[in-house]
Nanobody, 123 residues
Framework: QVQLLESGGGLVQAGDSLRLSCVFS????????MAWFRQTPGKEREFVAV????????HYADSVAGRFTISRDNAKNTVYLQMNSLKPEDTAVYYC????????????????WGQGTQVTVSS
């Protein structure tokens, strides 16, 4: 069974950077596209970024484009989210997701999810 474990969240100040990691296990990592979503209390989970299995396709939400970078290391079964120039509105629980053939920006398009890691950006 595929399992995803996020790490790297924390409390930072506006303008700081943070890198999230998500370790994949229980399957063949290179068969999966990997994505990051985020959620704040009372709101729906929203798409942040996705990367194809061979890293030749990446897509970002407009709200993070130019500030966040998604990458993956297939040798380490790990996907990363480098977050720069963080803003208070980036505060959320960040979730890693995986699917072999996802609908990129839809939560229903991913079969596997991690437990999430909290990112808090103070002003």
């Amino acid at each position: 069974q595929v399992q995803l474990l996020e790490s790297g969240g924390g409390l930072v100040q506006a303008g700081d950077s943070l890198r999230l990691s998500c370790v994949f296990s229980g399957g063949t990592f290179t068969r999966f596209a990997m994505a990051w979503f985020r959620q704040t209390p009372g709101k729906e989970r929203e798409f942040v970024a996705v990367i194809s299995w061979e890293s030749n396709s990446r897509h970002y939400a407009d709200s993070v484009a130019g500030r966040f970078t998604i990458s993956r290391d297939n040798a380490k079964n790990t996907v990363y989210l480098q977050m720069n120039s963080l803003k208070p509105e980036d505060t959320a629980v960040y979730y890693c997701a995986a699917d072999e053939d996802p609908e990129y920006e839809s939560t229903s398009g991913y079969a596997y999810w991690g437990q999430g890691t909290q990112v808090t950006v103070s002003s």
